[in-house]
């Protein structure tokens, strides 16, 4: 019961994090784009920007910080075979398949994010393969990784509210046929 009332509160908690680790990658980038840089094919030489590394730094925290929040409050909905596949419901389905989508989206742009933020982490000028965009296509990431986020807490709260539906349903089957057997003792005579 509680978890429903808390449900949509940390649905709007991970949309939120997960938006504002978006915007500040963005701007990580544009604070990245204003320092001095010359760029020839697939090599740069740039200035750190340290407004971008802080940005970044604090985007790709926030992004962690939604993601375990998430997942921890999700649970673990776990398919081990074809088998419990095809007998899944499909909250559970959908389920395992957000919560692998997510695992892949917050790789991706939490390594994006990191590697962008490090970039910039420099004293000096450095010259180098460009790295421009990561933070950008991080943040972008971010925006979508909050929505398979919600999609699988929703879908893992259901799950598990159905597994416990199920266990009800069993008890009070297994209770109803045991008061059913009992045979009832003869009555003492008159």
Known sequence: MMLRTLGPLICFLILIMDIVA????IQAEVAQDKEKHIRVWIFECRQPSHKAHRLGLAAATLLALAHF???LLGGCICIRSKEE?????????LAAATLIITWIIYVIAFSTIVIGAI???RSRDTCG????HLLSIGGILCFIHGLFLVAYYVSASATIAEAQ??????T????????????MPP????
């Open 187 to 190: 009555l003492p005579p008159a």
């Open 119 to 121: 970039s910039n982490s």
């Open 129 to 132: 393969l460009s790295h421009r």
């Open 85 to 93: 596949l095809d007998k899944s419901s499909p909250n559970k389905q």
């Open 22 to 25: 978006g915007i500040l990658s």
């Open 165 to 170: 539906l199920t266990y009800l349903e069993r």
């Open 69 to 71: 929040i998430g997942n």
């Open 172 to 183: 009070a089957t297994a209770i109803e046929a045991q008061t059913t057997n009992l045979e």
